[in-house]
């Protein structure tokens, strides 16, 4: 394993942790507004909401200290962190594809509508969770990687987290744009 792929593999690895260290943050801070928008937005039970919510935040914490801790452990969460996007990303493209206007406050107490951008997000999101489970970076991890790789995956989180924003600075600068109609 060359010590590029270990770089780019922990730069995946810090990315997802992030992603999902702030996603069971926000929802931790805001459970009640979250399982609310289960039951308007999802259309989950009443009666489920509720376990349903904290279900989701324990699982979201869960994977991010599995991902953090190293070795096969981080494997696994990165593994089980796929699935959950995935079952993320089917939901948002069937709600898309519906026209239907989903509130959802993913990240936090700051509940917004979703859109094409965070669908385009998760596809990121399993994208570099996939090459991670196929690359397999942590075979060559050293000091020095991990600390290179921190600032990437900061970086990478703030565009992919903000591709509304990314798309309009590009627009204005006569670059091609992601429509946003539903």
Same mark, same amino acid.
């Given at each position: 394993?060359?010590?590029?792929v270990?770089?780019i593999?922990?730069?995946?690895?810090f990315?997802?942790?992030?992603?999902?260290a702030l996603?069971?943050?926000?929802?931790?801070k805001?459970a009640?507004q979250?399982?609310?928008n289960?039951?308007?937005s999802f259309?989950?039970?009443?009666? /489920?909401s509720?376990?349903?919510?904290?279900? &989701? $935040?324990?699982?979201?914490? *869960?994977?991010?200290?599995?991902i #953090?801790v190293?070795g096969?452990i981080?494997?696994?969460?990165?593994?089980?962190? /796929?699935?959950?996007?995935l079952?993320?990303t &089917? $939901?948002i493209?069937?709600? *898309?594809?519906?026209?239907r206007m #989903?509130?959802c406050?993913?990240?936090?107490?700051?509940s917004?509508?979703?859109?094409?951008?965070d669908?385009?997000?998760?596809?990121v999101?399993l994208t570099?969770?996939?090459?991670f489970l196929?690359?397999k970076?942590l075979s060559?991890?050293h000091?020095?990687t991990?600390?290179?790789?921190?600032?990437?995956?900061?970086i990478l989180?703030q565009?992919?987290?903000?591709?509304?924003?990314?798309?309009?600075?590009i627009?204005?600068?006569?670059?091609m744009?992601?429509?946003d109609d539903?």
């Amino acid at each position: 394993m060359t010590d590029e792929v270990s770089v780019i593999g922990e730069i995946g690895r810090f990315y997802i942790f992030l992603i999902l260290a702030l996603a069971a943050f926000g929802k931790t801070k805001s459970a009640e507004q979250f399982r609310e928008n289960l039951v308007f937005s999802f259309y989950v039970p009443e009666w /489920g909401s509720r376990w349903l919510a904290y279900t &989701i $935040i324990v699982i979201e914490w *869960l994977l991010a200290l599995g991902i #953090i801790v190293g070795g096969q452990i981080t494997y696994f969460a990165m593994a089980g962190s /796929g699935m959950l996007f995935l079952v993320f990303t &089917i $939901i948002i493209a069937i709600a *898309l594809s519906q026209n239907r206007m #989903i509130n959802c406050n993913c990240f936090g107490s700051e509940s917004k509508m979703l859109s094409k951008y965070d669908l385009l997000r998760n596809l990121v999101v399993l994208t570099v969770i996939i090459l991670f489970l196929i690359l397999k970076p942590l075979s060559n991890f050293h000091f020095l990687t991990f600390a290179l790789s921190i600032p990437f995956a900061l970086i990478l989180f703030q565009i992919s987290m903000n591709l509304d924003v990314v798309s309009l600075l590009i627009k204005r600068q006569g670059g091609m744009v992601m429509s946003d109609d539903r």
